[in-house]
């Protein structure tokens, strides 16, 4: 058994062999399988139940919506496609599934039957939280990454913090952040709208990056000021969250900096036009902001 998900007296459970096994807890100490759906082949890691549905994702699966309405028949009634799926997160009318393969996919659920896929983040995903208006997404090798989801269907990257190993497990309470790591073990992380740090909150203020030409083709100039010498580091990110430009990243004197970049990728490739996040992290915060490549 992989991943559990309690509506009122009943334990849905998703692991191997089935899409999913309902349980009566009803009584703690005598609990009773009412229900269960899918065969030997199905191998499912996280499940997720609101209003009658549970939301299911796996190996080879996706999501998969299942109506346990009735909990000893339950019927599936939409799926969306997807990899490997290992995470799942609840937020409105949307499902946030993390993918090891395909990454962080939005899905809009407001018609259980019909979910579609808005967008996808990060190019791998293996654990996913949702809280406040802010997505949270453990990128498996790659850190935590944060986004404003204020809009689903245009996810700002607030910001991200590397971690040692693998980001395997991930809670989230308030402005605290729960990291589970395979190499880093357990971390506790904080979050302002300025950026994640461990242990204490990170300062407030911090230098706000300027982007123009905007919109631009093919270079632009990201500018910004430190109030004092320091290590700044100035990267680039597409819509899904993933990093393609490291800029800068390296101690700089007190002063006015001013930093081009040409629309490609790290490895010298030319970019498409979409809109990128740019950020600047430096000892007095994280800032983000946005610019649009117009070809």
Known sequence: MLGVALAGDLLCVAGLGRLLWIVDVSDPAAPTLVGEMGNWQDATYAVEVRDGHAYVTGYDLGLAILDISNPAHPTEVGRQGGDWGLDI?????????????????????SDPSNPIQETVLTSRASSVAAAEGRLYVGCHDEGLQVYDIADPARPLLLDSVDTPGQVLGLAVEGDRIYLGDTYGGFSIYQF????????????????????????????????????????????????????????????????????????????????????????????????????????
């Open 192 to 295: 302002s709208p300025l950026g994640v740090g461990g242990g204490t909150p990170p300062a407030v203020g911090g230098p706000l990056p300027t982007v123009g030409p905007n919109p631009f083709n093919p270079h632009t100039t990201v500018r910004f000021g430190l109030d004092q010498a320091g290590w700044a580091e100035v990267a680039v990110y597409d819509l899904r969250g993933a990093r393609v430009r490291s800029l800068l990243n390296r101690a700089l004197p007190a002063g006015s900096h001013a930093i081009l970049w040409d629309g490609k990728n790290d490895h010298g490739r030319e970019l498409p036009s979409s809109t990128y996040t740019f950020l600047l992290r430096t000892a007095a915060g994280t800032q983000t902001t946005r610019a649009i490549l117009l070809k």
């Open 89 to 109: 997160a609840l937020d409105g009318h949307h499902v946030h599934v993390a993918d090891l393969n395909a990454g962080c996919r939005i899905v809009n659920v």
